[in-house]
């Protein structure tokens, strides 16, 4: 006879009596809850700053953060040297540098971070922009300290600044333009990566391929080459999660039917979806033996199988009784239901959810979906949609943009996305090579602000490139202000004004040329018209396809009015007080410098 095993870990509260600071052990209720009373949380010292200093440090830690980025504006932009953990990167992406800024100063470091949120809601939004987000944030916070500084009330300045920017996005809203066919797509992204016109067409090709409502990832490539691949069907894969302990392909090994390629290949297969776990061979006997009846093969998609039922799948598939694959779903929570609820629709089977009282046992033939073709690997599994399932496939896909339209997470948005791309059979892959791992990253970067800025081109249309939108949105001011009685709502109107000057001005000097004097001529031209610094003429830019997406200058400009509005009415801050370390070596008067 064995002594029972016993482990403090397992012991009760009672058990293990704790005493702190002299005081009784912590063991009854009402001791324990006396004892409570003797704890409290004391947060660590303050610097405290108000009015003016306080406005100035904030001021000074925004003007070192958009001066570090502002560099990277334009076509003749330059790049930034970046020294993160030892290694060095090449960088041009504007919210890449802002995320990588930390000043010493607490309080500089919390107007560089609220420049940052510019970026990041800009960056989360629409995906390009950055820069420009900061710039216009920049020159409003500018502005506007100036005039409060004069005396202006920085809450009038703030509702003026909010009543002129939703007359602006109006005015905006109706003079872009859509996109149309593949040259323009390719103009907006080439544009974006810095006019560089292989990425342009690359995005371009990928969209062509996809459709409007795909997903391209980006991934680094083995080799020097940048290449494209295109996926067909619905993939259950690592590009949808990132959870790589769930098993996505084949369960095991002997599921596989080509030998060379290690994969299973299914054509006009039946699919059973669930979420149960399959404990025993009789709960799917009937099914397995109509689909043997059939000769057709069944995929399996569910939460688990025993290992009873694996073995007794295997057996019968090496003695060729049945062709069958099983695949546990990835994922968890409500992403995993979402997606075989997907798989579902695409097949046409029916989803035997365990919560509604559908069991396996009872199931039938007709509750099976079906697929064209299905393709496992031992990481992923692909199934391309029968084409008697489209018009379900459309209205379930519908259903999703009408989601995605309501949600405000950059998270969610981007799950919706993939879904409705999985859903269409778009999905590409763009690898990225590069002869050294800072041309790599360098290169990513431009892609993904390209895929982004075309995405944000195709859902809200195009306006002219270049900063020239912005100048030409400023001639609309005076009207606006004509609308407003109080003078210092009339003042936050002029902020917007000046700030909307800036991109243009920045973009002119980064390439050489006077910014003043750019934009004099620009506002002397009609709205489509305004500078190409690539070539360094005053064109029409919507013939020369130098445009910007109407989604990516939109969300720059609200996001940089909300951050200047919160700086214009802050009074005072708060922030750790940093004690100086006491040196190793003690100073000596007349020896210590």
Not at 49 to 65: H, N, T, V, W, Y
Not at 101 to 111: C, Q, R, V
Not at 143 to 171: C, E, H, R, W, Y
Not at 411 to 440: F, M, N, P, Q, W
Request: charged residues 25%; glycine residues 8%.
């Amino acid at each position: 006879m064995t002594a029972p095993l016993q482990s403090p870990v397992f012991l009760s509260q009672k058990t293990l009596p704790v005493k702190i600071s002299g005081k009784q052990p912590i063991g009854g209720s009402g001791r324990n809850a006396q004892m409570m009373r003797n704890f409290g949380v004391r947060a660590g010292p303050k610097r405290i700053s108000f009015d003016r200093d306080c406005r100035e440090a904030l001021q000074a830690g925004i003007d070192k953060l958009a001066d570090a980025v502002s560099v990277t504006l334009g076509p003749k932009g330059r790049n930034v040297v970046l020294s993160e953990s030892g290694a060095l990167k090449i960088i041009n992406d504007g919210i890449t540098i802002a995320r990588a800024i930390e000043l010493s100063d607490a309080i500089e470091n919390a107007g560089a971070l609220l420049i940052l949120e510019v970026a990041s809601k800009t960056n989360d939004l629409a995906g390009d922009g950055t820069t420009t987000a900061i710039i216009l944030a920049r020159e409003m916070i500018k502005s506007g300290l100036l005039s409060v500084a004069f005396g202006a009330n920085p809450i009038s300045l703030k509702k003026g600044m909010d009543k002129t920017l939703k007359q602006l996005l109006k005015i905006l809203k109706r003079k872009s333009l859509p996109i149309k066919g593949r040259d323009d797509i390719k103009a907006v992204a080439s544009l974006s990566a810095g006019n560089d016109d292989f990425v342009g067409d690359l995005i371009a090709d990928a969209i062509e391929k996809i459709g409007p409502d795909g997903v391209i990832f980006i991934d680094s490539s083995s080799s020097s080459e940048t290449s494209l691949i295109v996926e067909e069907g619905m993939k259950i894969s690592e590009l949808a999660f990132s959870s790589g302990q769930i098993d996505k392909g084949y369960m095991s090994p002997h599921f596989v039917t080509n030998q060379d390629k290690s994969i299973v290949e299914f054509e006009n297969a039946k699919v059973l979806v669930t979420d149960q776990k399959i404990s025993t061979v009789k709960e799917i006997v009937p099914l397995l033996e109509k689909t043997t009846q059939l000769s057709v093969p069944l995929l399996i998609i569910a939460e688990d199988i025993s290992r009873a039922v694996l073995e007794t799948l295997v057996m019968n598939k090496m003695r060729g009784l049945l062709r069958v694959a099983v695949v546990k779903c990835p994922g968890f929570g409500e992403g995993k239901k979402a997606l075989l609820q997907d798989v579902a629709l695409m097949t046409g089977a029916d989803f035997l959810a365990g919560d509604l009282g559908l069991i396996l046992a009872g199931a039938t033939s007709d509750q099976l979906g079906i697929a064209r073709k299905i393709t496992i690997t031992s990481n992923s599994t692909t199934i391309v949609a029968d084409p008697s399932t489209k018009a379900e496939i459309r209205a379930r896909i519908q259903q999703i943009k009408r989601d995605l339209a309501e949600t405000d997470s950059s998270y969610h948005s981007r799950k919706l996305s993939e879904r409705i791309a999985k859903l269409c059979g778009g999905v590409a892959v763009i690898k990225v090579g590069g002869h050294t791992d800072t041309e790599l990253e360098d290169r990513k970067l431009r892609i993904e602000d390209a895929k982004n800025a075309t995405f944000a081109a195709m859902d809200e249309g195009v306006v002219p490139g270049g900063g020239a939108a912005y100048v030409h949105l400023s001639e609309h001011i005076p009207f606006i202000k004509s609308s407003m009685e109080d003078p210092d709502e009339q003042i936050g109107a002029d902020i917007i004004r000046e700030a909307l000057l800036a991109p243009a001005k920045l973009i002119a000097s980064n390439s050489g040329i006077d910014g003043e004097v750019v934009v004099g001529k620009i506002l002397d031209c009609e709205w489509e018209k305004g500078y190409n610094a690539m070539t360094n003429k005053y064109e029409d830019l919507l013939g020369a396809r130098v445009v910007d997406p109407c989604k990516v200058s939109r969300c720059a400009l609200q996001n940089a009015v909300s951050v200047a509005g919160i700086v214009l009415t802050t009074q005072a801050i708060l922030v750790d007080k940093v004690k100086k370390r006491e040196p190793s070596v003690p100073r000596i008067p007349g020896i210590t410098p």
